[in-house]
């Protein structure tokens, strides 16, 4: 017969034994910024987030934001994961598709999310694009769902950029979510520019911006949408590449007041490029000189008060050349100067001592 100090001490052991048994087959998850979360038990996946409890706290964490899940009765989910990890892309999504086959509602959708992680990962655009559209559809076009956007293209000209672009053109069609439109937007701009369609890229960024007027001011010149600062970054710098000097300059010009302080940077090496540019382009017209003053005075306020931003040596190098087409040799120098002096790893640094060699001759 056991006596009860004996129960008590059997009961203590059985105890510690059945909570080292949990622990050993807890699920565990990581962060892409390196935080581990173990033990924990998942309790769902839903809008581009994993829900777990971890501890007696029940957390919610974005998908994209997860490195790494252990789901220690789960063979071949963790399987993908781990290949995933290691970039082999082809058999984490095999193992991926054999845990989806006996899968419950909650961990199909997060094996949805890993499979357009694995897509992405590995480039392939057009896939990742028909991924991402199911989950957002399935989700009502939730901001979670929609935050899952694919980032990585085909390189340029490949054709899986143009199948994903005829997906989504396909489904901005049908949607009437003005989220869904928005993202299907954005990411038709990187794919169209990628593509080197740049007339069509501007057509997008023009929309994501506002409206385009059917109608022109009495002067002729063209009136731009007006957007959030990111949107009208965006279009110029697409308007630059395609050589609508005049486009970038009317569509900054009279908004460099709304601009933040980490935009500026930007936003006037553009205005001082698209100026310096039109004033090449039209050397001779009386205008030019007065555009090369304004160039400099816009890239030298860049060189100057944003010393320390990835646009200054170039902005820096722009005003040396600016400074040349005035006739300033000596400003000219000083500007190509201290552009290797300050930047001296920068692709700007390599031009300036070019630009400085040719100027000795």
């Known amino acids: 017969m056991i006596h009860s100090k004996q129960k008590i001490s059997l009961l203590l052991t059985l105890a510690a034994v059945l909570t080292v048994a949990a622990q050993t087959c807890a699920d565990s998850i990581k962060l892409t910024s390196g935080i581990m979360y173990d033990p924990v038990k998942i309790m769902g996946a839903s809008d581009g987030m994993i829900r777990f409890l971890w501890g007696k706290s029940t957390l919610s964490k974005p998908v994209s934001k997860v490195a790494f899940i252990n789901i220690t009765d ?56 028909a991924r991402w559209l199911k989950i957002v559809d399935d989700a009502n076009a939730s901001a979670g769902a929609l935050s899952l956007r694919p980032k990585k293209l085909a390189p340029p000209k490949s054709k899986a950029n143009d199948r994903a672009i005829t997906l989504l053109n396909g489904k ?16 038709l701009v990187d794919l169209y520019e990628r593509q080197g369609q740049l007339a069509k890229a501007r057509a997008e960024a023009m929309k994501l911006a506002g409206k385009t007027p059917t109608s022109k001011p009495s002067n002729g010149t063209k009136t731009l949408p007006v957007g959030s600062a990111n949107v009208q970054l965006r279009l110029a710098s697409l308007s630059m590449k395609d050589g609508q000097f005049d486009e970038v300059i009317e569509l900054l010009q009279p908004r460099m007041k709304q601009f933040a302080a980490p935009e500026l940077p930007t936003a006037m090496l553009l205005l001082g490029k698209a100026r310096l540019e039109k ?29 320390s931003s990835s646009e200054a040596p170039h902005s820096l190098f722009l005003a040396g050349e600016v400074n040349e087409r005035l006739g300033n040799a000596r400003g000219a120098k000083a500007a190509y100067s201290a552009v290797v002096r300050r930047y001296a790893k920068s692709p700007a640094a390599k031009d300036a001592k070019k630009a400085m060699e040719r100027m000795k001759k």
């Open 74 to 129: 789960d063979g071949n989910f963790t399987k993908g994961e781990n290949l995933l990890g290691q970039g082999k892309y082809a058999e984490a999504e095999k193992a991926y598709s054999s845990a989806q086959r006996t899968a419950t509602k909650w961990k199909k959708t997060l094996i949805d999310y890993r499979l357009l992680a694995v897509s992405n990962a590995a480039g392939d655009i057009d896939k990742s694009t």
């Open 172 to 187: 901005i069609k049908e949607t009437k979510s003005d989220a869904y439109v928005k993202a299907i937007r954005e990411l």
């Open 279 to 307: 004033a090449k382009a039209e050397p001779k017209k009386p205008a030019s000189r007065k555009l090369l003053i304004e160039a400099g005075l816009d890239l030298m306020r860049v060189a100057v008060f944003f010393t």
